[in-house]
């Protein structure tokens, strides 16, 4: 996006996924967490130190490793992590998936969640913009809550899993500079046969956002 600002070139992002997949890929992860090179914003700094956090992971199947090193990464930071609020898909193809999710990575939480539901951010799983403006009209609640104690507080964002919720939190996170924390992906492995021939089949959904430039000429 800062190209596209600087350039005045015009910046897209299209993302397209489907509901059923062919072959069951589980990944390989990193075994440390890291911010997203280019939203970091101030994290790291002193100043950071007493901030009250509060951390927002994207939930996925098989993800409860990768969300104990982000939580480590945190603690470790000596950041005041106020809260956890776990993003979960909702609706979804499969209605049941966020709870499942939710019950599947319980113990990474460290029971942070416990049975308050307030705690949750249902997403619609195939539309990006509905993560998007969940934590947009949360954040600027926040800010105006802690602006007014004078308190310094921050959203750590986490994406990971179903691709319409990732591109959702990143695009809050370039709309309010707001930090992402993630375990890189180092591979895949998949249990399941390789389909001879192996197809592609047409997407499910299919999104194009412009993220910078002038769609029109002037």
Same mark, same amino acid.
């Given at each position: 996006m800062q190209i596209?600002?600087?350039y005045n070139a015009n910046v897209h992002v299209v993302v397209a996924s489907n509901n059923h997949r062919t072959i069951q890929l589980q990944s390989e992860s990193n075994d440390r967490a890291d911010w997203i090179h280019g939203f970091q914003a101030d994290m790291g700094l002193d100043a950071m130190s007493d901030a009250l956090t509060l951390w927002l992971p994207q939930l996925s199947h098989g993800s409860?490793?990768?969300?104990?090193v982000m939580y480590r990464h945190l603690s470790a930071l000596g950041v005041?992590?106020? %809260?956890?609020?776990?993003?979960?898909?909702f609706p979804s193809v499969d209605p049941r998936r966020g709870? %499942?999710?939710?019950?599947?990575?319980r113990s990474a939480l460290r029971g942070d969640v416990g049975d308050e539901r307030l705690n949750v951010i249902y997403a619609h799983e195939g539309d990006p913009m509905d993560v998007f403006h969940s934590i947009v009209r949360m954040e600027n609640i926040r800010r105006e809550v802690f602006s007014a104690t004078g308190k310094q507080a921050v959203s750590v964002l986490s994406p990971s899993g179903w691709r319409m919720g990732s591109l959702g939190m990143v695009l809050a996170a370039m709309a309010l500079n707001l930090p992402l924390? =993630?375990? %890189?992906t180092?591979? =895949?492995?998949?249990?399941?046969?390789l389909p001879a021939p192996i197809d592609a089949p047409s997407a499910d959904r299919k999104w194009h956002i412009w993220v910078a430039g002038s769609?029109?000429?002037?």
């Open positions: 596209g600002q600087t409860a490793a990768q969300l104990d005041a992590l106020a %809260e956890v609020c776990p993003i979960v898909p709870d %499942e999710l939710l019950f599947d990575c924390l =993630y375990v %890189e180092i591979g =895949y492995t998949t249990a399941s046969p769609p029109y000429a002037v």
